[in-house]
């Protein structure tokens, strides 16, 4: 079936620092993929998504692309903010199902520090 | 923004009673809602798909009995625990999708269930 593995946490990082979390998947056909936060006390958010092969997906300084080749979907910011402390999930959506049939990874930790 | 909200945000309650979670959609209609369950340092699993007027469809290993949906209005759906037992402890979170595009999906905060 399909699933989702994100780069295990957690991550500390001072302000301004670049941030990658890893995220690759495993699915037939072509599924669009997702990256949620969650900030404390909040639900789930949709920070950014692609739906096809080669897509970059951007929101807040965020950005991930859709790599078909080595079925991955990387999260990347230049420079994190305090504001940034969350957790990440990255997620996936099998081809032709509702969007909300999600496949989660398992979440990062994120904290930034001043 | 549509917002998703979510109740309690945590219980705690004896083995063998049963436990109710509501979900609310606040200022849309939902004829679709998802309950999602996450166990600590694992990802979340979807559960079940509510439906409204309709019964609840489950995934696979998912108790049908266990785990009762209810899903009586466009705004609110409910997951209510039936005979909980301290391995039904876990964090449970449902989401609905936008209805007029059903692409995005808003999440409630989630409720922290634990049965001693």
């Known amino acids: 079936g399909d699933s989702v593995t994100q780069m295990e946490g957690p991550v500390t990082l001072s302000e301004e620092a670049f941030l990658t979390i890893n995220c690759t998947y495993t699915a037939t056909g072509y599924p669009s993929l997702f990256w949620y936060v969650q900030y404390p006390g909040e639900g789930l958010q949709l920070l950014l998504k692609a739906t096809k092969a080669d897509d970059k997906g951007s929101n807040k300084g965020f950005e991930a692309t859709y790599r078909k080749e080595t079925t991955s979907f990387h999260l990347e910011k230049g420079s994190v903010q305090v504001s940034d402390s969350a957790v990440y999930f990255c997620a996936l959506s099998p081809s032709g199902t509702s969007y909300g049939k999600l496949t989660f990874g398992q979440g990062t930790i994120l904290t930034v520090h001043p | 923004g549509a917002v998703v909200s979510q109740h309690p945000s945590w219980v705690i309650c004896k083995s063998g009673t049963s436990v109710k979670i509501e979900c609310r959609s606040l200022?849309?209609?939902?004829?679709?809602m998802f309950w999602y369950r996450q166990f600590p340092k694992q990802s979340l699993m979807l559960m079940a798909t509510s439906n409204e007027g309709s019964k609840a469809t489950y995934e696979q290993g998912v108790e049908k009995d266990k785990f009762l949906i209810n899903h009586a209005s466009l705004t609110l759906s409910t997951l209510t625990v039936t005979s909980a037992h301290p391995e039904d402890s876990s964090f449970y979170i449902c989401?609905?999708?936008?209805?007029?595009?059903?692409?995005?999906?808003?999440f409630g905060s989630g409720t922290q269930l634990s049965v001693l």
């Open positions: 200022d849309f209609q939902a004829t679709t």
């Open positions: 989401s609905a999708p936008d209805r007029t595009t059903n692409e995005k999906l808003f």
